[in-house]
């Protein structure tokens, strides 16, 4: 077997943060197409990557389940890799969304039902071993514990127009309920405990995504309507960019890691929210941010491409110090 097809051994589910930034990053693309239709070109262009970029790294993923069956364990158990691999569901159900509001039904269903089911099959993996544990500590917890959460509030968001609306009930209230939990637990441990390891010093950004996508969620279940719980949840998702905004000089000593991609969908979440905002409130500040986010997402997904070909290419990723 050749070097490169036994480091898929070490191939890590965070990988697909990738896709969940790259499809955030096409959805962003469709609803600013929607106020200037000459930007649809770039809509194709971004799926289009993204979707290939899928195939490729599912299959890579797939290959390293029947191949090293052992290490995908020992991913599902560990305390922290553990909630990477929802980030495998949560990309079929954001490809879920892209393909629905690009008119591509039948496709966005099948690719939902997936993404559901395997997205609260690993819900319940993270919450059983969260409840029945014997190794974690306090420094276990960081801000990708956000992840298998997240994965519930982004359910509804098609979820409405392929299920009965009380299943996607069902995953909004799993999500919203535990993200208010686990944030505690996350403020607790960030304020009280050892700083976290820089190299998950990104995952901080996941902080804006569930309140962003919380937003999105909430006004797909309630048919595109605004109230002040809405409203909650768009201004805390945009106070904890502005957060992120004043730490821009901690993030920029950092040397880069596949965490970073940890930065790309929470941003990808707060522009969306922002272009709805704009929408049903007709206030142009909002669009206005939503670009001001999207271009500086735009920006950072073009470098960590480049970084993230260069890591792969001198193989400082899939081994077996990652």
Not at 289 to 314: D, E, G, N
């Amino acid at each position: 077997m050749s070097q490169r097809l036994q480091n898929i051994a070490y191939f890590p589910a965070s990988f697909f943060g990738m896709i969940m930034g790259l499809t955030g990053l096409s959805i962003a693309f469709i609803e600013l197409s929607k106020a200037y239709a000459s930007t649809s070109p770039l809509v194709n262009i971004s799926l289009d990557l993204t979707l290939l970029l899928f195939v490729v790294l599912l299959l890579m993923y797939l290959y390293k389940i029947v191949r090293f069956p052992r290490e995908v364990i020992a991913e599902l158990k560990h305390p922290i890799k553990m909630n990477f691999v929802p980030t495998i569901s949560i990309s079929m159900l954001l490809l879920s969304i892209a393909f629905y509001t690009l008119g591509y039904t039948e496709i966005s269903k099948y690719t939902w039902i997936v993404g559901a089911v395997l997205q609260l099959s690993l819900t319940y993996w993270v919450l059983y071993n969260w409840v029945h544990h014997d190794f974690f500590t306090p420094e276990h917890s960081n801000p990708a514990w956000f992840i298998p959460i997240v994965g519930n509030i982004v359910v509804p968001i098609v979820g409405v127009h392929h299920a009965p609306v009380e299943l996607s009930w069902f995953f909004f209230s799993v999500g919203i309920i535990f993200w208010l939990v686990v944030k505690a637990i996350l403020v607790n441990r960030i304020i009280f405990h050892t700083p976290l390891q820089e190299r998950l010093i990104p995952t901080l950004f996941i902080f804006i995504a569930p309140p962003a996508v919380g937003f999105i969620s909430y006004l797909a279940l309630n048919n595109q309507e605004m109230n002040q719980f809405a409203i909650v949840l768009y201004f805390f998702g945009l106070a904890m960019t502005l957060l992120m905004l004043v730490s821009a000089g901690k993030f920029m000593k950092l040397s880069f890691a596949l965490s970073w991609w940890a930065f790309t969908f929470p941003l990808a979440a707060m522009a969306i929210a922002s272009y709805k905002m704009a929408h049903i409130s007709s206030h142009e500040i909002y669009f206005y941010i939503a670009v001001a986010i999207h271009l500086f997402l735009l920006f950072i997904v073009l470098l960590f491409l480049v970084k993230t070909s260069k890591a792969v290419y001198l193989q400082q990723i899939c081994n077996d110090k990652h």
